[in-house]
């Protein structure tokens, strides 16, 4: 993993992302050089081209989810992606070339060259998600702990990264209970150091159950540290692996003394100018589906075509959000709020649509445009809701420190779910999102946001 403006990246992601870009980039170059004289009237356009196609190809692939881990994706979703995706970059290909003066030589090969490599990235990117060859770069990990903690560590690996390869659980000195199978428990022939030297670890994770009493063998991690073994605790696992905070393994101290939660006037000024800039075009663009979408849900049935519902925004001040309504009038008609839920039989089927595609969200820009909200940011919860949740759930008041958002962390990582522990699911992502927000993150999420709305994952 590397840690790009405070968020996490695998490697080889980050390869695959320059791989793509640079083929594309060098096929159109190389199609101009080969035209020895005529090379130097098309290397202008032809630069400027790869460059403008590449950058909208790195755009189509992570909004189309073809950047993200594949273990758990078929075959043949990988390749309707790759064909949904293919088939938005191949008009944008045409129309870039065509840009370039009819008077310039050969500007038909461009366009052929620009189409012929965007077809081999889409290829090349199922063949990547879906080949053996990764495995050859796998992360060597050793699991420090043998019990429950430990267990919990390992099945999060084997699901969640399939670049991850534990060489095995090395047991703490003073753990009274083993959660892991005798053949995973490495049986040490001398120190915690020495043993990870001769398994070639690149990595160790500290996951022990007890670390009290000289649980902690301090002077044997530094040392691992010394020779070029990444050391993480398990706060630091979770957060990397599956960018969220795990409540039941952080304590105060490891938020307050560790990196992130940087607020500053700067990166305030940055999020502001970008909601202002990109919720007023988005209010553009999609000005045309809010006009289809008002006049479905007024001739469904009667009613407000607008639904607005008190939220609590930043630092627990509280503000009217808009949304499209989707509901019958009389949804809560004894007075009591409750969570929707999937299947909800109080949703019209207008509803049921733009809940879908997440049409009935575009009025929130307005919240936006307001300063109550932001594009990106945790999602905002009723005044009843939060109230009850602050009481339950540790460091919930956590996520009011930021303005709440159209769109979050949680909602392109969780699906939708109405219970407490789905709460605590979400939060655990909130909390990442808090601590570690930048502009870089929310561009992330406004692409995997994309992702979501294509394949209408997490609709309720």
Known sequence: MIRIFNHYLHRRTLMQV?????????????????KGDSADALIPFAASQGLSLAGFMFVINSASGLYQHTHNRSLTQSCARA?????????????????????????????????????????????????????RSRTK??????????????????????????????????????????????HPQGTLTETALRLGVDEIVVALSERRGGSMPLRELLDCKIYGVRVVDIATHFEKTLAQIKISHVNAGWLIFGDGFNQGM??????????????????????????????????????????KQERVGLNGTTFDVVKFRSMRTDAEKDGKPRFASKNDDRVTRVGRFIRRVRID???????????????VGPRPERPFFVDDL???????????????????????????????????????YDLYYVKNHTLFLDLLILLETVAVVLTGKGAR
């Open 18 to 34: 320059a791989l793509d870009l640079g083929l594309i980039f060098l096929a159109t170059m190389l199609v101009v050089m080969a």
């Open 83 to 135: 064909l949904l995706a293919t088939l938005v970059a191949l008009p944008l290909a045409y129309g870039f070339s065509r840009l370039v003066p009819a008077s310039i030589p050969h500007r038909d090969l461009l366009v052929l060259a620009a189409m012929a490599a965007i077809a081999a990235v889409m290829v090349h990117r199922v063949y990547a998600a879906h080949s053996s060859v990764h495995t």
């Open 141 to 186: 990990i050793l699991i420090f702990g043998a019990g429950p903690v430990a267990k919990s560590v390992g099945a999060t690996l084997n699901s969640a990264d399939p670049h991850a390869e534990i060489v095995g659980y090395f047991a703490g000195p003073n753990e009274t209970e083993t959660a892991v199978g005798q053949a995973d428990i490495i």
């Open 266 to 307: 700067f990166r305030t000024f940055v999020k502001r100018s970008f909601d202002l800039l990109f919720s007023g075009l988005l209010l553009v663009l999609s000005s045309p589906i809010m006009l289809l979408a008002a006049l479905a849900v007024r001739l469904e049935s009667r009613g407000p075509v607008f639904y």
């Open 361 to 375: 969200e575009l009025p929130q820009l307005f919240n936006v445009l307001r300063g109550e909200m932001s594009l």
């Open 390 to 428: 602050t009481t339950k759930v540790p460091y919930y008041a956590v996520r009011h420190s930021v303005k709440p958002g159209v769109t979050g962390w949680a909602q392109v990582r969780y699906e939708y779910g109405s219970t407490l522990e789905d709460s605590v699911e979400k939060l655990q």
